[in-house]
């Protein structure tokens, strides 16, 4: 792995664990893994924010806060390497789609299908209920 001609480093969850106090405070963000430490005492949020995630993995409560794009890109600045492959974290979420293999037009059917049975069944019970 190596991006624009430098080695990226790869850390393992375990050695992340060890990195959870004021002395060196780590965290995961979509697999990725940043070293707060000098940050702590900058984060509006405050640095007791970071310390509750520090050494573990922090994405779910880093996108439920909706940090701006400026912070994004400021991540870049903390950003010390990725977690190994065999450590990533699966986010919640995001799930894998599978296809039934019939293409658009299996879907197309059942878009137009189901509303139109259920428009029918809305008109019949209308129509029961008016002509009562």
Known sequence: M???GKETK???????????????????????VYDVTKFLEEHPGGEEVLLEQAGQDSTEAFEDVG???????????YYIGDLHPDDYIPEKGK??????????SGSALSNWLIPGLIALGVALVYRFYVSN
């Not at 799930?95 to 658009?104: A, L, R």
Request: aromatic share 6%; glycine share 4%; hydrophobic share 30%.
């Open 10 to 32: 790869v850390f393992r969850l375990e050695e992340v664990k060890k990195h959870n106090d004021v002395k060196s405070s780590w965290i995961i963000v979509h697999n990725k």
């Open 67 to 77: 940090h701006s794009s400026d912070a994004r890109a400021m991540q870049m600045d």
């Open 95 to 104: 799930t894998k789609f599978v296809t039934t293999g019939e293409g658009s």
């Open 2 to 4: 190596s991006t624009q």
